[in-house]
């Protein structure tokens, strides 16, 4: 199984930040790229990694589900998405 997601534009780009949390449960967050802080977003994150894909609400919880059930690799995150426009497909 597979979910499409828009990757973003460079005209408003918007990208997904993505945490490992210490308790190795995983949040996300999509928002600005110019809103990225430069260190942790989440108090509790051990890791986290920006990905320039643009998900709607539904598929921002499918990716974090995915993560959270082990069916995406976190380290795999960063072989998807883009800053000009197009699709990316996910294998979850």
């Known amino acids: 199984m597979s ?3 828009a990757n973003t534009k460079p005209d408003s780009p918007v990208v997904t930040l993505v945490g490992k949390l210490r308790d190795g ?5 999509a928002m600005e790229e110019t809103s ?7 108090d509790n994150a ?5 990905v320039y894909i643009d998900p709607n609400d539904a598929q921002l919880k499918e990716v974090v589900a995915a993560l959270n059930d082990g069916r995406l690799p976190f380290s795999s995150l960063q072989e998807y998405g883009s800053s000009n426009g197009g699709i990316s497909t996910l294998p979850i």
Do not use: H, L, S
Not at 25 to 29: D, F
Not at 46 to 50: E, K, L, T
């Open 36 to 42: 990225v802080p430069y260190g942790y977003y989440w």
């Open 3 to 5: 979910t499409t997601v």
């Open 25 to 29: 449960a995983y949040v996300a967050e």
């Open 46 to 50: 051990i890791d986290q990694v920006m």
